[in-house]
């Protein structure tokens, strides 16, 4: 089956690329093997040259490359430039940092000399979603590349451009022919590609049922794998908290690429003292929001990414009303072709409602009533995901140490909405994925750190 690119705010089809074969990506895989010796070979020099480079061909086509993924799966123009520049960033990032963060270390025993290096473990293939079509490609494939190794990268088959882009992009920054591939391989055949002795380990940014699936089979391979999946993250109004700032922050947070965004805050979890005040602020918020094309530069809102994901999220909006939610603004799909849906706010969200169990990946945002600041954390905590989480105090002591210590998730945000940075560890805990990206925790998931012990020749 051919990737497919279909405008999300029309319906209508953009183009198709045809798909790879197992056996064109199997020998890309070898390939890749092949010349990652030589790239590693290179030193840190070159290869921070080459993603320097890399960073140039971003910027030099933000416009075409956000224009692209407003196209092919809806995100606002302004997000997407914002994008590129961020792919640049982390590229620049590691062409700084990498060779300290992969400095060889000394440890003292018995031998003359002791201690370990990095080295790269081969070809790391990289399964990617359509949310973030640049990004979640380029804040793995910078370090990997830094460490030495070698990339392939299978994309969501929605975003065929994009990863056609991505190669592109690749080749102009002038890495070695056969280093950095992009398959459009079929979902059935990544299994298979796993498995080819060539692939020495996988990164997966995905659903939680596609991240078992991969895990599973890399675990059967004994592959090392780096899992990030979705996110039900908690914004934490507390009783001190600024109301204001609050509320516009957890929006903005809520609305980030259309609300599709692993580390959105999904749910709003606020102290029973606040909760009315906290819901009538959201409801401004929400009614600045401007749904419209995601090529037009006021549009802050644009299509979700296909219509089947939206008709999902529908349905977990009724079935939350059904069990008792209420729906405050929006919740009803729009006359108009593509795969639009509005700014919505539930309110009175419970258990046993998808709103509160389950991962609403669109522009939806549930509002949970707290009794009291430690019921709100146990709500926040209340959750198999453990991605990210948000806390709003004016405390800042204490709300330093309620997100290092109370707050079970990858990354915690005090006043602020959580965001990946390419200086801090990103991933999570729980069904939201195992392993980090990013900092110099993500460069080193990739290599082997190797012990090297030195004696003396007649011991």
């Known amino acids: 089956m051919p990737y497919v690119a279909v405008d999300p705010s029309t319906g209508r089809e953009l183009s198709r690329i045809p798909s790879t ?60 430039r914002s994008e590129v520049e961020k792919c640049a960033w982390v590229c620049e990032y590691y062409a700084e940092h990498a060779e300290r963060f992969l400095a060889p270390q000394s440890a003292e025993t018995e031998a003359v000399r002791s201690g370990w290096v990095y080295r790269p473990l081969g070809v790391v293939l990289a399964v990617m979603p359509w949310n973030f079509p640049l990004w979640q490609f380029f804040r793995f494939a910078a370090p990997a590349l830094m460490a030495g190794n070698g990339v392939l990268l299978k994309h969501a088959s929605s975003v065929p451009g994009c990863a056609a882009d991505i190669q592109s992009l690749l080749d102009e920054a002038g890495l070695p022919d056969g280093l950095a591939s992009v398959l459009f391989l079929e979902s059935s055949d990544v299994g298979d590609l796993i498995d080819d002795r060539h692939v020495h380990a996988v990164t997966l940014t995905g659903s939680v049922p596609a991240g078992r699936s991969v895990a599973e089979r890399a675990g059967r391979a004994l592959k090392k794998t780096v899992m990030e999946l979705g996110g039900s993250d908690a914004s934490v109004v507390l009783s001190d908290a600024d109301l204001d700032f609050a509320a516009a922050e957890s929006v903005r947070s809520r609305l980030i690429n259309n609300g599709q965004s692993c580390i959105a805050a999904k749910r709003f979890v606020v102290v029973d003292e606040l909760h009315d ?9 929400l009614a600045q929001v401007v749904m419209g094309s995601p090529l037009d530069d006021e549009t802050t809102l644009g299509p979700m990414a296909r219509e089947e994901l939206r008709d999902e999220l529908h349905d977990q909006v009724r079935k939350s009303v059904k069990a008792g939610a209420k729906v405050r603004v929006g919740g009803e799909v729009p006359d108009r072709p ?7 706010l539930l309110t009175e969200v419970g258990p046993g409602m998808p709103a509160y169990e389950e991962e609403l990946f669109g522009p939806v945002a549930a509002v949970i009533r707290a009794r009291d600041d430690d019921d709100a954390l146990r709500i926040a905590n209340d959750t198999d995901f453990g991605l990210g989480g948000a806390i709003y105090t004016a405390d800042l002591a204490r709300g330093e140490r309620l997100a290092a210590d109370r707050l079970h998730a990858g990354a915690c945000f005090v006043n602020g909405l959580v965001r990946s940075d390419p200086r801090l560890p990103f991933g999570g805990i729980g069904i939201s994925g195992y392993g980090r990206e990013l900092s110099p925790l993500g460069i080193r998931e990739f290599v082997n750190a190797k012990t090297v012990w030195v004696g003396e020749p007649g011991g």
């Open 277 to 285: 005040a906290f819901v009538e602020r959201v409801l401004d918020e």
């Open 338 to 344: 593509g795969a639009w849906y509005p700014a919505t």
């Open 21 to 80: 074969t197992l056996a064109e990506a199997r020998l890309a895989a070898a390939r890749a093997a092949r010349v990652a010796p030589e790239w590693w070979a290179t030193g840190f020099e070159e290869r921070a040259g080459r993603l320097t480079a890399l960073a140039a061909a971003l910027r030099a086509q933000v416009e075409p490359l956000a224009r692209r993924m407003a196209l092919e799966m809806g995100k606002p123009l302004a997000e997407g």
